[in-house]
């Protein structure tokens, strides 16, 4: 637990001093009553007389305790519901995810993982489906219906090469229709070939049509993009630059790495094609948006990633105040110790 202003902490030293003015003050009142045989008094009033004495004090107390740290504006890590309320699922169809070395095949893999997800969402949220290749292209605009969801799923078609930067600037399109991003430019435009001609131009690209005013990453909660891919980037834009362009809109990219640490070999036109993810610029996407990356080795491995976020996006853990909690508790407290004082000796603490 954490205080906005822990400087009103020290108030909590009133505590200790009213307790030693409460033992001085009963061991004053023991020593100005004189009686026959104390014994009997004892007896009389019994241990559960003598100990209930004690409870009304006991509550003020703890309340003056729950007022004094609700001062200090504490707040703690608490599990609430997600604002996340879109979800746009970036999925990798390359060539690449013809490979067996994840039983059946990575892409019948990813695409029974990604319809479990999309039908164990919280019905609130709505999910859509970018997928890209040697571009990117929106399969599925965000939707609640989770049969046109799975559709959309099941008509992936694989193509040559690996875009990732372009399926996240696609994906940052679907979000944020109204700001005009140039997909023509930056996704489909000539200007992007080969990771080599990428680096060799000189011609800046016009990534967007209007300024755009950056926010903290990841503070956009409202939605988020869960990008897969089991390979590296052989054309588009530089996937660290649209990372980049989504840590500027507060958009968190969660990465998955989807295939097997060792890799695996793939048959394009008759030739067998050794293929392994970029996990080093995957960690880097995560990082960049403040988002989380992971590695799935197999199909049973990729669901559990897939069903760890779908509880992400319905309960999340986020840092927040419970002052509010602090002040009910000592309200409470206080009611309870005015009312047993009334109760068992006719007045108030």
Known sequence: MSFVWPQYLWLLLIVPVLVAAYVAVLRRKKAAVRYASIG??????????????????????????????????????????????TVIMAMDVSLSMRATDVDPSRIVAAQTAAKQFVQDL????????????????????????????????ER?????????GSGIILSLATLFPEEGIDLEQVVFGNNWGSRDAARKTDKPVKQQKKEVKSVPAGSYTSAAIILLTDGRRTTGPDP???????????????????GSNAGGSVDIDGMSIYMRFDEETLKSIAGITQAEYFHASSATALTK??????????????????TALFAAAAALLAVASATLSLLWFNRIV
């Open 156 to 164: 992936f078609q694989l193509q040559r090469h690996t875009a990732i």
């Open 240 to 258: 660290l630059d649209a990372a980049r362009m989504a840590a500027n809109h507060g958009v968190r990219v969660f990465t998955v790495g989807f």
């Open 122 to 153: 919280p019905a609130d949220i709505r999910a859509g489906i970018v997928t890209f290749a040697g571009t990117a292209l929106l399969v599925q605009p965000p939707t609640k219906n989770r049969e046109d969801l799975v559709a959309a799923i």
């Open 40 to 85: 009997l008094v004892k007896a009389a009033i019994g241990p559960a007389q003598r100990f209930r004495r004690h409870v009304p004090p006991l509550l003020f107390l703890l309340a003056l305790i729950g007022v004094l740290i609700a001062i200090a504006r504490p707040s703690a890590m608490v599990t609430l519901p997600s604002d996340a309320r």
């Open 305 to 322: 990633i897939y069903e760890g976020l779908n509880t992400k996006f319905a309960l999340e853990r986020k840092e927040t105040e419970i």
